[in-house]
């Protein structure tokens, strides 16, 4: 019986690396399959939409109104999160964008818990949690570091329009996690609605470019939309098998791969001290996450 229950531990830890390998891969494919930020979120989306329309068959949705309503109104949120998400990686890379979206993300979804929800209710929790903040925003600020090389010019042009862009994707993606704790759904119950929302914001922010959408961008980062519901997907699952601490805590690791692959694969230019101090600010950023976890035990 203890081997079993080994094995049946493992499997599900296991299944809660998949989302950090997806989602921490995720940006790099996006930005190897080109395209403006309209392309990606619309082929994305695209690609959201046909692994739910799959998952569908097997786990049927929630067509209660008031569910696919908040469903919908959860995708487009996620909308604008992940189109801003997709300008900033586009403006200040992603080896910047992601350590500090992840940051302010969890800092974030940190502080409304706190606020709204009450969820630090113990002096254990408080203690934890507030540590757990110190060594986020210490890692966004290690990551965010710049140095005395760039211009004046670069440093209030590129860096402040991505950090920006970083803030409203933040924004975005908070208002999309809310939303559903806020009315306590099941996110299989929503998977459909949400994705139709996700295609409908998508068509809004491509409303501009609507004539240029149709092309192999488009299509090349369908498959950005599979890794995505693939990776929710397994979230689900590793929350069931884990629970929320430690499925949450491991989806942070994701952070690391993509900021690494932005250095490595796409090949980011760094100083070796802009690359030590991301490297720490990566580090700090998932322990800060692991302890956010210990505090919804």
């Known amino acids: 019986m203890d081997f079993f229950r080994r094995v049946y531990d493992l499997n599900g830890l296991l299944i809660a690396l998949i989302p950090a390998l997806l989602w921490g891969t995720l940006p790099l494919v996006c930005m190897k399959n080109g395209g403006k930020p309209a ?11 046909l692994f739910s329309l799959f998952v569908s068959f097997i786990y049927p949705p929630d067509f209660d109104p008031k569910v696919m309503m908040i469903g919908f109104i959860s995708g487009l949120f996620w909308t604008i ?109 929503i998977i459909l609605s949400q994705s139709v929302g996700m295609i409908v914001g998508s068509l809004v922010f491509s409303a501009r470019t ?26 689900l699952i590793a929350t069931k098998l884990e629970g929320v601490a430690t499925s949450f805590s491991m989806s942070q690791i994701g952070t690391v791969l993509s900021t690494l692959g932005g250095i490595f694969l796409l090949h980011e230019k760094k100083t070796r001290k802009q690359f030590v101090l991301i490297l720490i600010g990566c580090l700090l950023i998932t322990v800060g996450g692991i302890f956010l976890g210990m505090t919804k035990r």
């Open 81 to 189: 999160g992940q189109f801003y998400q997709f300008a900033s990686m586009q403006t200040i890379g992603v080896s910047k964008t992601m350590p500090f979206s992840t940051g302010t993300q969890l800092a974030g979804a940190a502080l409304f818990g706190v606020i709204i929800f009450k969820e630090w209710d113990t002096s254990f929790k408080l203690t934890i949690g507030f540590l757990a903040l110190l060594l986020i925003i210490t890692g966004v600020l290690f990551t965010s570091y710049e140095g005395k090389a760039r211009s004046n010019r670069q440093q209030n042009g590129h860096l402040f329009r991505g950090i920006g862009y970083v803030f409203l994707s933040t924004l975005g993606y908070l208002a999309y996690l809310l939303i559903i704790r806020y009315f306590n759904l099941n996110g299989w119950s």
């Open 39 to 49: 392309h990606q979120v619309f082929g994305m989306t695209i690609g959201a939409l």
């Open 210 to 235: 609507i004539k240029e959408i149709a092309s192999k961008y488009t299509f090349r980062n369908i498959t950005s939309g599979l890794m995505w519901g693939g990776g929710n997907i397994a979230l």
